[in-house]
């Protein structure tokens, strides 16, 4: 872009006033170009103006009509409280507490800050914090958050700068930042997501090169947040990206080691500090293969953790409930072996554990297993070939079948959660869906098999009028991905 200089000839200077009305503002020195320096250095070249001949600023006559209609609002939904003050401007960046405390009391919503109120410092001010915090909290297991909820809330709210090791890694707080954001349902806020989609990616891919004690645990719930988000906006290309970088971060910290019996654990991780961070790297194996598996069918893909022989090298148990791990209610002797392997096999096991996760870790290897099968039929098969396929069929139905009469309903659950209602839910309807993708193969030609599809089908709708719509203002983004299967 070409610039015009607005300074004297004589002395190179502005005078008095002629600054653009960003320097201005900012109390910034201008140096007169048409945009300035400044405006060039903030990245806001088609916001830099000067005031001629009295008149105001565009900019500034825009952000007192914003103002207005902003203390408007304000008065609509808080009819016995006082205005807002001017100081709670369009386009000033918060940088401190003493920022904070020239706004108004009460103070503006969420939805009266701006892009540039973000953008311009490393972390909102701390009660928009606490606010983006709680609207991800509410929903965070629907998009695989596996670390314990209250002992992150409590180190995310600390008072300390980003980066400071008590606190969350920057990568994993920016990441649930805008997570809080898109939960909002907030207008204003919802516009901010690019800029803060951006400085999450970027800050996700230099986790592991923090110096962040837990860098690793929180790079990979950054990657499985952000591989969840793509999902959710349409974005498969960047959802498998990061679900791909889950995977290989999992593997090489050896979560599906966990409590091995037959192998030690070589992955870059120490000891767990306690049975709490102990259950986190449970859960978090588990909603790896979840969105693996989940993401695989979804797409019509294969998974990322694809190949039959890696079932046998996965020995982490199956997870609890989060409350479980600092009970003690998995005993520090105990040890574990095939956990996946077993499953699929039917093999009897005294890990048995039906908490939400484990069933839904569980529903959701049947129906990848389901379309995994769907996907080798082929009408044109020599005999022995259809043989074999029959075998599998059958004892692949056997376990979806017993797998289903197992579940809990969600309706049946005693003190249940949000969360969990909304995991059984999602369980309930992936291992339906598992019946009809295996049923869908010989649905044209079988009366059977189109009678226990149709069956599965009903299931799912039963399952969701069953539960209040209180819970499904937000639900895992698979239930809503339409998979398309041809009855072969």
């Known amino acids: 872009m070409a610039s015009t200089s607005r300074a004297s000839p004589d002395n190179g200077k502005l005078q008095r006033g002629q600054a653009c009305f960003n320097c201005r503002r900012r109390k910034r020195k201008c140096d007169g170009n048409l945009p300035c ?6 990245d806001i070249e088609d916001d830099c103006e000067y005031t001629d001949s009295g008149k ?11 103002f207005r209609l902003q203390n408007r609002i304000h008065d609509l939904e808080n009819p016995q409280r006082p205005k807002l003050k001017r100081d709670v401007s369009l386009h000033r960046p918060y940088c401190g507490s003493s920022d ?8 503006p919503t969420l939805a009266y800050m701006s892009l540039e109120s973000w953008v311009a410092t490393s972390e909102p001010p701390t009660d928009m914090i606490q606010q983006l915090v709680d609207y991800f909290l509410a929903y965070s297991s629907e998009f695989g958050f596996f670390l314990n909820p ?3 809330r409590q180190s995310a709210l600390l008072p300390f700068p980003a980066g400071h090791q008590s606190r969350p890694s920057p990568a994993l707080l920016s990441t649930v930042y805008l997570w809080g ?8 806020l919802l516009a901010q997501e690019s800029a ?6 970027h800050l996700t891919g230099q986790g592991l090169s923090d ?44 979560l599906h080691l966990i409590r091995s019996e037959t192998h030690s654990s070589p992955g870059i991780l120490p000891p767990a500090r306690d049975a709490t961070e102990e259950g986190e790297r449970i859960h978090a194996w588990w909603t790896v293969m979840i969105l693996d598996k989940c993401w695989a069918v979804g797409l019509s893909e294969e998974p990322g ?15 609890l409930e989060v409350d479980d791990y600092p009970k003690g209610n998995l005993p520090p002797s105990t040890r574990f072996s095939h956990t996946i392997q077993n499953f699929v096999s039917g093999t009897p096991t005294s890990d048995t554990a039906m908490s939400t996760l484990a069933m839904l870790a569980k529903a959701s290897f049947l129906w990848q297993r389901a379309d995994e099968l769907a996907r080798t039929w082929k009408p044109e098969m020599a005999v022995e070939q259809v043989s074999g396929f029959r075998r599998s069929f059958t004892r692949l139905d056997a376990l979806i079948d017993a797998f289903r009469d197992a579940l809990v309903p969600p309706n049946r659950i005693a003190q249940p959660t949000p969360a969990m209602t909304r995991a059984l839910v999602v369980a309930h309807s992936i291992a339906h869906a598992a019946a009809v993708r295996l049923h869908s193969i010989f649905a044209r030609t079988d009366a059977l098999a189109k009678r226990k599809r149709l069956a599965a089908a009903r299931s799912v709708l039963g399952i969701i009028a069953a539960v209040p719509l209180r819970h499904f203002r937000y639900i895992n983004p698979i239930m809503g991905v339409r998979v398309t299967w041809s009855d072969s």
Request: proline content about 5%; charged content about 20%; glycine content about 2%.
């Open 305 to 319: 953790f694809a190949h039959r022989d890696n079932l046998a090298i996965v020995d982490t148990p199956w997870p």
């Open 196 to 201: 803060f989609l951006t400085r999450a990616v």
């Open 181 to 188: 954001l898109r939960l909002s349902n907030q207008p204003n």
């Open 56 to 66: 105001r600023a565009m900019s500034h006559i825009l952000e007192e009509d914003i």
């Open 150 to 152: 209250a002992r992150f």
């Open 211 to 254: 110096t962040h004690p837990q860098r690793v645990m929180h790079t990979l719930q950054a990657e499985i947040l952000l591989a969840y988000f793509f999902f959710a906006s349409g974005r498969a290309l960047e959802g498998k990206y990061h679900t791909a970088a889950a995977i290989s971060l999992s593997l090489s910290s050896s």
């Open 37 to 42: 320096s400044q405006c060039t250095r903030l």
């Open 100 to 107: 904070l405390n020239r706004v108004a009391t009460p103070r």
